[in-house]
């Protein structure tokens, strides 16, 4: 199930990560050639492609509850082979960073409201984001002030639902109710 770098909606130039959910890649949408991260099933998971395809459809439905610049959301599924494509709006590299502890303390307090108001949104919404950690974070310096935004949803859920995806994700950020499935 891993992609070759071959799209016939996306360019793809340059693989950004991969984890045992997703595969993210900095492309281009070819029908408007505007620059995008897209990501899409990987091949390092013992799901099925139809399970990873559900997981991700999920995720990217909770994402549509926001209207925040504070989160990065998908803004376009697609598919192709039997595989679900999501399309973010690109970052640039050279303008955000992930927000490491020395940035986190640099810009503190800032730092610690937006991170914290993020959080609160979430959990507002009655969603919970299984994999939660401080590099899902990204910080924009260039700014009078930094604009902090969680740009990793692959693990967005329904508060209260089946914890489908409690297997997945990094096991020190996930919270110790969600591995014991305590609501």
Known sequence: ?????KSSSYN????ISENNLAQAWYATAVGNCQKCFVKFPSG???LTPE???ALLSKSYICQRLFYTSHILKGRRKCWENDLIFIEYPYLDPERWHPL???LFWKYWPESIVQTGLIIDLIHHLQLVHLDLRIDNFQLDSNSAKPHIILSDMDFLTTS????DAKILGTPEHIAPEIFK???
């Open 1 to 5: 199930m891993i992609m070759d770098s």
């Open 12 to 15: 793809f130039t340059k693989l």
């Open 44 to 46: 390092k998971t013992h």
């Open 51 to 53: 399970q990873v395809n």
């Open 100 to 102: 490491r502890a020395d």
């Open 160 to 163: 209260g639902t089946s914890l």
């Open 181 to 183: 499935n305590d609501i």
